[in-house]
C-alpha cells in the first residue's frame, strides 16, 4: 500500500466514479439516490447491496461486506492494493509513478518546493504592498481603498503586489535560496526567447493569492492597474500542484462558515468574493473563470448541497450559469440562482447597497427552473411554435435529471403553462429524452436499513453514541478539532471505533482530506471496512443542529467512560476490601477520588 503516495490513490477515487467501477462488473438499479443489486459476496435472492454514490462507498447489508471502488476491484480482479489503484487510474485518466522509488519521492518533493516557494512569493508581494512607498505601490493601495478594501482584508487574503521590475520577485527568492529551475516550475518567473535567462512572470500589478483548502498557496492572480491594452488579468500556469479548474477561490476561509450556513454562494471574481466576504457574507467562494467544473462541484459537496450561483448581471454571466444548472443537479447539488441589476456584480453591489440588501437578494434567490426557464422565454419572446418546441427541449433536458418524480412532475405542469401546450405532449418528449440516456431504467424502491447487523451495529446508548460521533466527524471534517481538544481515545469503548478515530485524527493532522473512503485506504481489516461502510450507508441519522448532536455525542461519551471506570474501581475497592489489602485500598480509593473529580 506504500508504492502509490496517498495524495495519487486519493486523486484516483475522486475521478473514479464507483456507480460505473462496479456497474462494469454487476448490473446495478437506482434506489433513491443510491444503487443496488444482488450481493457478489455472498448468496442471495433479495438484493442488499448498495452503492452510495455521495460517499463513493459500498456495502451489503446482508454479509457486511463493504469497501470503496478499489478494494472493490481488488476484490473481483484478485488484484493487490497498488494493481487496483494502477487499474483504476488509468480509466481514470490519473499518471501514476513507476514506485514509490526516486521518481515518486522527486514528484512529492517538488510538490512541496513548490508549495514552499509559492509562499515565499506570496510574502514577498505582501510586504511591498502594505510596507513600501514607491509611487506605483502607493497607486496600488489607492486602488484597493478606493474599492472598498480595508488593511485588515489585505493582511487576511494576503493580498499583495508586483513591482514594476523584470527580476524584483527573482532576486528575493534567489537571496532565499530558491532555484531558478524551481521558480520556473511553479511559473513564477519565464524564459527569455532572445537569449537566456528568466523575468518575473507578474510585473506591475496587484496579486491575489491563491490557496487549496489545506491553506498551501498553489498560485496566483494578478490585476493590473493600466489599460494599456494587456489583458486586466493573468493567472498561474497550471503547474504540478495548480490545475485552475480544480480548486475554488476562498475556500480555504470560507469552509466552516459554509458548514454552519449549510449552503454556499458561488461569484465569479476576486473581488467578487472579497467584498462580500468583508462585509460579512463568509459562505462563498469565487470560482476563478466563468463555468464550474466538475471537480470543482464535487470539491463543494463536501461541505454542502445546497448552491447559489451569483454572475455577473451580463450575457456571458448568465450563459455560464446556464451551463453548469445540468451538472449541478447531476451531482446531486440542490441549486438556485441570483441575477443582480443590469450593470452590477457582487463588488459593485455591495459597495452600492450594502451587505443587508445583499443578503436580501440571496434570499430571494430564483430556483434553477424558474432561473433557465425566465432566461430562455426572455430571448424568444414571439413564443413561435419553433421556439416553444426549443424552450421545451432545454427545460425537459433539464427536468429529466430530477430524480425525485414528484419534482420532475411539477416542473412538468410549470413548463407546460408556460408554454401553453399540454402536459401529455412534454411527457412524450421526456419520455424521448429518458429513454436516449436510461434505458430499461425503472427505479426500485430506495433502501431504507434499519439494522446493521452486517457492520456490528448495536442500538444501545453506548455504541449508538461513538458511531454516531464517528459518521458526523467524517461527514464535517471541522468538528474534528473541537473533538481532539475534548475527547481522548481512551473513551470510545468499542475498539473498532477507536482505532479508526486514532486514523481520523492521524490523516487531519497530516493536512489530508478525511473522507470515508480515503479512510478505507489506511486499513486491511475486513471488520473495520465493514464498519465504515456500513457507517455511511446507513441513513437513520438525520440532523438539523450538527454542532448540537456533536455536544451530545461528547458528553455521552464522557459520561459513559466515566460511569463505567466509576463502576470498575468500585469492584476493586471491594476486593480490596475482602482481602485486607490496606495499601491497595487506600491506593484505589485516592484513583476513585481523583476520578470524580475529573468527571464533576
Not at 473581488?271 to 464550474?292: K, R
Not at 446531486?332 to 447597497?353: N, W
Not at 451495529?457 to 464535517?476: I, P, S, T
Not at 471496512?529 to 450538527?546: N, T, Y
Amino acid at each position: 500500500m506504500g508504492l502509490i503516495p496517498q495524495e495519487i490513490i486519493a486523486q484516483v477515487l475522486e475521478r473514479s466514479n464507483i456507480v460505473e467501477a462496479i456497474s462494469s462488473y454487476i448490473p446495478l438499479k437506482r434506489a433513491g439516490r443510491n444503487f443496488k443489486a444482488l450481493c457478489p459476496f455472498h448468496h442471495e435472492k433479495t438484493p442488499s447491496f448498495v452503492v452510495n454514490p455521495d460517499k463513493q462507498i459500498f456495502h451489503c447489508f446482508g454479509c457486511g461486506v463493504g469497501g470503496n471502488a478499489i478494494s472493490f476491484v481488488m476484490s473481483q480482479e484478485h488484484l493487490e492494493f497498488p494493481e487496483a489503484v494502477r487499474l483504476l487510474a488509468q480509466k481514470a485518466g490519473v499518471d501514476v509513478p513507476a514506485s514509490d522509488g526516486p521518481a515518486a519521492k522527486k514528484i512529492a518533493n517538488l510538490k512541496e518546493d513548490i508549495y514552499g516557494v509559492n509562499e515565499l512569493a506570496a510574502v514577498f508581494f505582501h510586504q511591498r504592498l502594505v510596507f513600501e512607498n514607491e509611487p506605483s505601490v502607493k497607486e496600488a493601495r489607492e486602488y484597493l481603498k478606493s474599492r472598498g478594501l480595508s488593511l485588515e482584508t489585505v493582511k487576511k487574503f494576503k493580498i499583495g503586489f508586483a513591482p514594476d521590475e523584470w527580476n524584483g520577485l527573482m532576486s528575493f527568492l534567489k537571496k532565499k535560496n530558491g532555484s531558478l529551475g524551481l521558480m520556473e516550475k511553479a511559473g513564477l518567473i519565464i524564459a527569455r526567447e532572445s537569449r537566456d535567462g528568466f523575468y518575473d512572470r507578474f510585473r506591475n500589478r496587484i496579486v491575489f493569492p491563491i490557496y487549496d483548502v489545506r491553506s498551501h498557496c498553489l498560485g496566483f492572480g494578478a490585476r493590473s492597474l493600466k489599460d494599456d491594452g494587456l489583458a486586466k488579468y493573468i493567472n498561474s500556469p497550471e503547474t504540478p500542484v495548480y490545475r485552475k479548474g480544480n480548486h475554488l477561490y476562498g475556500l480555504h476561509l470560507a469552509k466552516e462558515a459554509i458548514v454552519r450556513h449549510d449552503a454556499v454562494v458561488v461569484v465569479e471574481g476576486y473581488l467578487d468574493f472579497i467584498m462580500p466576504f468583508q462585509a460579512g457574507a463568509e459562505h462563498l467562494v469565487a470560482s476563478l473563470g466563468t463555468a464550474l467544473t466538475i471537480e470543482q462541484i464535487r470539491l463543494l459537496r463536501r461541505y454542502t448541497q445546497n448552491i447559489t450561483m451569483l454572475f455577473d448581471a451580463d450575457e456571458a454571466g448568465e450563459l455560464a450559469t446556464l451551463r453548469n444548472l445540468d451538472s449541478l443537479i447531476e451531482e446531486g447539488m440542490q441549486v438556485t440562482v441570483v441575477s443582480l441589476p443590469k450593470g452590477e456584480d457582487p463588488d459593485s453591489f455591495v459597495r452600492k447597497f450594502g451587505i443587508q440588501t445583499f443578503q436580501e437578494k440571496i434570499g430571494q434567490a430564483q430556483t434553477l427552473f424558474d432561473f433557465k426557464l425566465n432566461l430562455l422565454l426572455s430571448r424568444c419572446p414571439d413564443k413561435t411554435i419553433e421556439a416553444r418546441a426549443k424552450i421545451a427541449h432545454e427545460m425537459l433536458q433539464t427536468i429529466h435529471k430530477f430524480e425525485n418524480a414528484l419534482v420532475r412532475f411539477g416542473y412538468l405542469k410549470q413548463l407546460a403553462k408556460s408554454l401553453s401546450v399540454t402536459e401529455e405532449v412534454l411527457g412524450v418528449e421526456l419520455n424521448k429524452i429518458s429513454l436516449k440516456t436510461k434505458p430499461n431504467d425503472a427505479p426500485p424502491r430506495p433502501v431504507h436499513p434499519h439494522t446493521m447487523t452486517g457492520a456490528g451495529v448495536k442500538k444501545n446508548g453506548v455504541k449508538m453514541a461513538e458511531y454516531h460521533l464517528l459518521k458526523l466527524l467524517l461527514e464535517e471534517n471541522t468538528l474534528i478539532p473541537p473533538t481532539k481538544d475534548e475527547i481522548r481515545l481512551e473513551y470510545f469503548q468499542d475498539e473498532h471505533i477507536r482505532m479508526i478515530v486514532a486514523k481520523v485524527f492521524d490523516l487531519f493532522d497530516r493536512g489530508q482530506t478525511v473522507t470515508v473512503s480515503n479512510l478505507m485506504n489506511c486499513f486491511e481489516d475486513s471488520v473495520i471496512l465493514e464498519r465504515l461502510s456500513g457507517l455511511m450507508a446507513w441513513d437513520d441519522l438525520i440532523v438539523v443542529d450538527k454542532w448540537k448532536m456533536h455536544r451530545d455525542c461528547l458528553t455521552r461519551l464522557k459520561d459513559d467512560y466515566f460511569k463505567l471506570a466509576r463502576q470498575n474501581l468500585r469492584q476493586e475497592i471491594e476486593r480490596a476490601e475482602s482481602a485486607r489489602d490496606h495499601n491497595r485500598l487506600d491506593e484505589l480509593k485516592n484513583r476513585f477520588n481523583q476520578l470524580l473529580k475529573r468527571s464533576s
